[in-house]
C-alpha cells in the first residue's frame, strides 16, 4: 500500500526527496532539497539509488508519475510516501 503526504508537510519529515520528473523540467524548477532522478532511469535499476532502509519522497508535477513510482517501488520493498499535488502546488 502506498503512503502520501501532502507538500506542505513535506517540510517536518525525514528522508530523501527525489523528483522524478525529466532533466528539463526539473531545470526549470525544482525544491532545493531534491535530487532528480528521472522515473524512468531510477525504475531501471533502483538497487543503484535507494536503500531499503530508508524513506524517500517521490514528487513529480501532478503526483501522476510519482504515485506510479511509488507503486512500483513499494512491491520492490522500499519505503516510499507519494507526494500529492507535486510540484505544480510549490510554485
Do not use: F, W
Not at 506542505?8 to 526539473?26: F, M, T
Not at 539509488?49 to 519522497?57: E, H
Request: aromatic share 8%.
Amino acid at each position: 500500500m502506498i503512503k502520501h503526504i501532502e507538500l506542505a508537510e513535506l517540510e517536518s519529515k525525514k528522508g530523501l526527496i527525489i523528483d522524478v520528473r525529466e532533466v528539463y523540467e526539473y531545470a526549470a524548477y525544482h525544491m532545493p532539497e531534491a535530487i532528480n532522478i528521472p522515473a524512468g532511469v531510477l525504475l531501471e535499476n533502483p538497487t543503484q539509488y535507494l536503500d531499503k532502509d530508508k524513506t524517500y519522497y517521490i514528487i513529480c508535477a501532478h503526483a501522476v508519475r510519482s504515485e506510479k513510482v511509488c507503486n512500483i517501488l513499494v512491491r520492490q520493498g522500499y519505503d516510499t510516501v507519494n507526494v500529492l499535488s507535486g510540484m505544480s502546488c510549490y510554485l
